[in-house]
């Protein structure tokens, strides 16, 4: 079974970068589809990006051109670049797979951009 676990997050001014980074503990190579999900406080949490055993990629339009997602499958990791951060991209930040797995959510990492 995969336990997930995301690190990189913190408090960064708005166009600034960050890069998450979601570490599994077994392989995540059989999973066809990853992806990076977030929860802002009182909302609901939403689709970020996926990216494909195969390297394919999507993106929701909120974050096209700023954002971009990658997977080492030998590292058993996926990568989430975040450029020109706004305030409205704070959130928790999860990865799992797309659809998503009930088990596979962790603690997330919180990104805190501020104005």
């Known amino acids: 079974q995969v336990r997930l676990v995301e690190s990189g997050g913190g408090l960064v001014q708005a166009g600034g970068s960050l890069r998450l980074s979601c570490a599994g503990s077994?392989?995540?190579?059989?999973?066809?589809?990853m992806a990076w999900y977030r929860q802002a406080p009182g909302k609901q949490r939403e689709l970020v990006a996926s990216v494909s055993r195969g390297g394919s990629t999507g993106y929701d339009d909120s974050v096209k051109g700023r954002f971009s997602i990658s997977r080492d499958n030998a590292k058993s990791t996926v990568y989430l670049q975040m450029n020109s951060l706004k305030p409205e991209d704070t959130a928790v930040y999860y990865c799992n797979a797309n659809p998503p797995r009930p088990f596979y959510w962790g603690q997330g990492t919180q990104v805190t951009v501020s104005s």
């Open positions: 077994g392989s995540i190579f059989s999973i066809n589809t």
